[in-house]
């Protein structure tokens, strides 16, 4: 069987453990496995190569992608994703596995559906939001760069007795603030889903803080929070306060950088599993973690809504604030 191997959205810590697994095992097995360059943009393109075991040596530890990743607008219409079943069919690749976050696995799901592409999806976003898994490859990498990024950040609100608003990426989820917050200590956390989620709460969280003594704050935003972003809050709390305060934002510092060991072990065993399972004449599903194991779904649950951060952990933020 010749199989397709594409990385698709936004780049993730952890995508190159999972290419070189597809490519290894599909190797054991006896498969072979052609790379997708530059996710559905390069399939529409028809920019995919051969992949032999030998093109993916001294991956595993790198951040990023080698096959390289792109949005694409036009894979919305399901012209062009008839255009890409053709071009899939044109190479001769029987099964598509598509590393990617929700958009990406729509994109298959749709794929599938409407023309027959066999597609797997193995989860690859830092933002951990994903239907059906308690774990995607990057977010472990990026929550740990996050987390020392406000350590650092912390030395220097202590000395200056300073408030730092840090804005964490994660588009419309929370799941990477808050863990954050509750990972580096922060004093407060703005995050969509969190039902305290309000201006005046924050202002009152401070005050309570400031009366208890603390003369430095730290507040982590979610990027997609519905107080506003980082920057806007900060110019509200000055306004209203005269607070001498900063901003950071983390940006695209969460993307880079080497994957963590649960990253790289769980793009490899995943990697693994799309292939056994597609070698085995499965098609239509996911992998994910649920409770530590390695799980897997039809593809048509990335419809099912956004999963929230487990509720209790904005609450932790304050009560270990005190
Ligand atoms: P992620 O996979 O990280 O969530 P995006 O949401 O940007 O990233 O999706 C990646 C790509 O998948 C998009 O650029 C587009 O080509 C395709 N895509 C996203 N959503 C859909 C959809 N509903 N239908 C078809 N294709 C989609």
Redesign the pocket.
Known sequence: MRLGVLT???DAPGMNAAIRAVVRQADALGHEVWGIHR???GLLEGDMAPMPSRACANILQRGGTVLHT???????QTEQ?ALAAAKLKAAGIEALVVI????????AE?LQREHGVACAGIP??I?NDLPGTERTLGFDTALNTAVEAIDRIRDTASSHGRLFLVEVMG?SSGMLAVHTALACGAEAVLYPESPEDSYENLVSQLNANWLRGKRSSIVVVAEGDTVGRAVAVGERLKLDHSLDLRVVVLGHVQRGGSPTAIDRIWGSRWGCEVVRRLDRGERGFYVGEVAGALVAQPLARILEPQPAPPGDLGRLVSVLAR
């Open positions: 698709s959205g936004g996710g559905y943009q792109a949005r694409c607008a036009e894979f919305h994703r990617g976050g929700d958009g990406s696995f729509r994109a749709a690859g976003t933002d588009r």
